[in-house]
Each structure stands twice: as C-alpha cells, then as structure tokens.
C-alpha cells in the first residue's frame, strides 16, 4: 500500500505536513484542528463513506500512517516551533536551489499572481475542497499543495531578500576626489603592503560552533538544524554525526542516536563524541515502564485521540 508523495517540498527530503492536511503554511492551530477532525471522519473506517473495501482500508490506513502524524506535529507547542525552524530552513534551501517551476495551472498563476499571500490562500483551499473525496486523487492533491507551498515560500525569500543581490557597483570618484588622487605622489599610489592571513573556519565548522552553542543552551532542536545543514555540505562528516547523535540522545531518541553514533564511527573510529553516545546507550536501561498501546478507546475515537488528545494531555504519540 503506497504512500508516496514526491513534487513539491517532498522532493527535499521534507515531510510537508501543511499539504497532507490541506492547509496554507500560515494556518491558525485552531483552524489546522478543525481540517483534521475534518479529514479524520472521511478517512476513518466507521465513518468513511468509500464503498470499496480496498479504499476504506487505504483510507484508514492512510489516517492511521500519514494523517495522524502530521497532526501530532502540530498539538504540542514545542512542536510546532520545531517544525517552524525546519520550514524556515526548507525556505532558504528552495531560494538556494531554485527548483524547476510545476507546470500545472494552479502552479503557474501562483507564480505570477501580484497578490501572493491572497492567491496562494486561494489556490490552497480550492485544492483542499476535494482533497479525500477519492482514494485516487488523494496523493495527487497533496502533491499539488505541496507544490504551491513551494512557490509560496519560493516567492516570500525572494521579497524578504532571502536571494543576496551581488555587490553594489562602486560609487564613481567625484571631480574633488579625482584631483585629490591626481595630486598624490606616484609612491602612494603603490599596493598596500598585503595584511596578514586571517584563519578562515569552514562553513562545516561554523555550523558546528553554533550547534555546539545551541546545546550548552540545552536547545537541541535548533543544534539539530544546524547539524543537519552541515551534512548536507559534507556528508561524511565524523564530527557533525558524533553532535547529531548526542542532540538525539538528549532528547531521548536513542534509535536515531545509534544510527548516527553509527555513522561517525564508520568515518572516524575515535570520534570522541561519538564514543561517548556509544557508552551511555550501552548503559543498563533506567528501568522505565514501557507504554501500553491498547490502553486508548477503540473506533472513531481511538483515531482521534491519536491525533489531538496528546495536546490536551500534554503528549502526542511518539514513533
């Protein structure tokens, strides 16, 4: 059972929870809620009015897998920030890239529409009308959105000066200043004498700082960011897996610890701190309780509390 998405955001890597819901990048968590409970009667088995079994078991499986999660991005405040920063960085990396503009009609008049953020809300909530009324288009829809988000944020970089114009020509000598250059013996119009080098860290290493900055502070979310745009600049970077897979352990997901610790250590066996992620998740568990998963209603609700109760209760799912 495929759910793959593939244009728009998707094709950086990026989960675009915003097109899975159906909502533009800039919706209010109250109107987010609304498009979910919306979405959750449609797609769940006890109210889906899909008359083929297999697309009531697409459509459910699809709430459980996909629609449920990019929600539970949304419930809880720390989340939601966190997923904001992830978004301001998928901004820049578009402004950077500059992908190849969709060719669809949605996509073209939002690339040229003078009032962007009307058009771009517009555009969205039309998609969105008919989002789940077929399995078959379902994907396609979300695929859509996601394309106009990324000529939304494409477009929003450009006029906040995310793209650096190149540097300004020089302003031309005045006469004053031409006759106060001419005046000058020849001697002082000699090169200066060279100034010293100046140590010049790498982009990677600059990263690093920050990150390692981020997480003396305790915010690994942002650390993670940084980290994680290091990689993209040197993949095989001992140093930057070894802080990733502490940012993980600290935030208590040793999965994604172990598979950076991992990483570091196929490139540099005496990582440092990858050595000491490998120590303490080697160390004997706390003896923690795991969590019982059959503990929630069943049915409808069930699926919703999925999605929402963790915000009232102060936790989502975890995966």
């Not at 915010?219 to 960011?225: C, R, V």
Request: aromatic share 6%; with cysteine.
């Amino acid at each position: 059972m495929s759910f793959e998405m593939t244009k728009g955001l998707f094709k950086f890597d990026f989960t675009d929870q915003h097109a899975i819901l159906g909502v533009p990048l800039d919706a209010e968590f109250n109107d987010i809620r609304k498009r979910y409970m919306k979405i959750a009667r449609r797609l769940h088995s006890d109210t889906c009015p899909f008359e083929n079994p297999a697309d009531k078991e697409w459509a459910n499986q699809f709430l459980s897998k996909v629609v449920n999660p990019a929600y539970n991005k949304f419930s809880k405040e720390s989340d939601r920030k966190e997923y904001n920063l992830l978004i301001a960085a998928i901004s820049k990396r578009v402004a950077k890239e500059q992908p190849k503009m969709p060719d669809s009609e949605a996509a073209k008049q939002l690339a040229s529409a003078k009032d962007l953020p009307e058009a771009y809300k517009t555009a969205v909530n039309q998609l969105a009308d008919n989002q789940y009324e077929s399995v078959d288009q379902a994907l396609d829809v979300i695929n859509q959105i996601s394309e106009l988000n990324m000529i939304y944020l494409l477009r929003k970089e450009r006029m906040t000066g995310g793209v650096q114009p190149t540097q300004p020509p020089e302003k031309p000598a005045t006469p004053a200043t031409q006759a106060t250059t001419a005046a000058k013996p020849a001697a002082a119009t000699s090169a200066p004498p060279p100034s010293p080098p100046k140590s010049q860290d790498s982009l990677v290493e600059q990263s690093c700082r920050r990150a390692q900055g981020f997480m003396d502070s305790k915010n690994y979310a942002k650390a993670t960011l940084e980290l994680r745009e290091a990689q993209k600049r040197e993949p095989k970077n001992s140093k930057c897996h070894a802080m990733l897979a502490m940012c993980y352990f600290q935030q208590g997901k040793a999965t994604m610890a172990k598979l950076e610790m991992q990483k570091a250590l196929a490139s540099n066996p005496e990582e440092p701190m990858a050595l000491d992620v490998k120590k303490k998740l080697e160390q004997p568990a706390s003896g923690a309780k795991g969590k019982k998963g059959d503990d929630k209603p069943g049915g409808f609700l069930g699926h919703l509390l999925d999605g929402f109760l963790g915000n009232l209760l102060g936790g989502g799912k975890k995966k």
